[in-house]
């Protein structure tokens, strides 16, 4: 009887170990994705060597000797200087990356200030890196996003003074200037260097160029009007 319940409690125990590594496997996997993106730093900083771009590297850019690291390594100027806005678009971005600012390598986070003429618009684009928050600091904004396949739902808003909004990583979203002045806004981006692709020069504008059939199928339109479409590709 002696030897059942020793068994007995043997197998509890292994049953309830089990569970626990169960448990403690599904935790880990979970951290490891919350942190897929930007894997936690296993020093104080890794100021970007932007001088020794041939150096081989897997995510972010390589380490400065932390010896030779100074102040301005993580300093930047600028941002209360307002864009020109004198393109066909009427808006301008002044980004603050890690290529502004080489401490930022390995820390997950980037900003921008974006102008906008009166009725300038950000046309629609994503970060392929980050998530975006965004906040207005002057004027009347119109912005928005599009949710992926198949609901396509467009999710917009219009945004005053002081008002913050979401955009969700990697999905399309776009700003206008509803108002009846020059806006600006600034962005903090959950990466180093986010990236950016816009819609229309990527698909319009790409090197080398997408085939004008395939997308004229795509679009429902005749050679003529991709031909023209591609020339109008403008970058800013």
Known sequence: MLHVVIWIFI???MATLVILFTLLA???LSIRGVFSFEPAPLQDFCVADQSNQGTVRVNGMACKNPLF???DDFF???LHI???TGNSYGYR???VTVYQIPGL????LSMMRIDYALWGSNPPHTHPRATEIFTVLEGTLQVGFITSDPQNRLITKVLQRGDVFVFPVGLVHFQRNMGHSNATAIAALSSQN???ISITNSIFGSTPPIATEILAQAFGVDNKTVHMLKKKSIHV
């Open 194 to 196: 986010p990236g950016v």
């Open 69 to 71: 690291v100074q102040a």
């Open 105 to 108: 390598n390995t820390l997950g």
């Open 26 to 28: 599904a935790f880990s």
């Open 93 to 95: 971005v002044n980004p």
């Open 11 to 13: 197998l509890q125990t």
């Open 76 to 78: 930047y100027s600028g």
């Open 82 to 84: 307002a864009g020109d």
